[in-house]
């Protein structure tokens, strides 16, 4: 307490100058119309720079959560949006007759990616979601742009995803115009780029025409981007074409993603091992 006392003992000029300097000023704003535009003008302009700077650090701390609301939003929108489509397919709807939609056979779990990498031939990535949350293989992983890849192995609390550039990655997919359906793959090197083979010539290709998944698989539904045409040139047997598809995710920043479940995805697939089974009796 001395030493302050002390303190402003030794510098009582300097402080009776700021106080009379405050009061001037204070005097100043306060009886002279355009000094207190001026003031509260320059005054208004470092708060607001100051509110500013704390809403962006504010904004970029809380973007995490940000996201991650967005993307449950986003998987409950997918799931209305591929069960409609679906019984609008399959049931010709009478508008008359219509009594709604049942509920989604499919369910969107939310995850993020952990890890990834992009500059080998078998690129995979890892998610934070495993089996105890209700994550097995082969199950189809999305994101708000588009397919990003299949599960591959799952522990109880993580899972790792065969993305699309995964040299042995295959995805059924179909031109969205022609619903020409074709495989996708994968040639070591461009992250941005895959080839769809199988195209029937007959078929006109036109560049930009959007590719999608055609729910053959029991991984994906039909109808989720996967990217657009790029070029296109004869398959090596000349019997069909192989487009170069510009991909709709881009691996190097894909960040918050859903794994896919099908809730028939036993029972059809059982179905189909019967089948099979019969005829080769």
Known sequence: ?????NFII?????????????????????????????????????VGGI??????????????????M??????????????????????????????????????????????ATTGHSTNLLTINR???DGIRPEMGVVCSSGVVGIVYLTSAHYSIVMPLINVKSKV???????SASGTLEWKFGDIRSAYMTGVPLHIKISKNEKVETNGYSDI???????????????????????????????FATVR??????????????QLEHVADSVMTL
């Open 10 to 46: 030794k510098y009582k000029y300097w402080f009776a100058f700021l106080l009379m300097e405050g009061f001037s000023l204070a005097m100043l704003v306060r009886f002279n119309n355009y000094q207190g535009s001026v003031f509260f003008t320059t005054a208004n302009s470092v």
């Open 220 to 250: 994906f539904p039909s109808g989720i981007p996967i990217g657009t045409i790029q070029d296109t040139e004869p398959s090596a047997d000349g019997l069909s074409h192989t487009l170069k598809i510009r991909l709709a995710v881009d």
């Open 70 to 115: 967005l993307e449950a939003e986003n998987m409950q929108l997918r799931a209305e949006v591929h069960e409609m489509k679906r019984q609008l397919a399959s049931h010709h709807i009478d508008t008359l007759q219509f009594t709604g939609f049942n509920r989604s056979r499919y369910r969107f779990v939310g995850a993020q990616v952990i890890n």
């Open 130 to 132: 495993g089996s105890d």
């Open 51 to 68: 509110y500013s700077a704390a809403d962006g650090v504010t904004s970029y701390v809380g973007l995490g959560t940000t996201n991650e």
């Open 256 to 269: 918050n993603v859903s794994v896919i479940t099908n809730y028939h995805h036993t029972e059809k697939r």
């Open 1 to 5: 307490m001395q030493n302050l006392i």
């Open 172 to 178: 059924s997919c179909r031109l969205s115009q022609h």
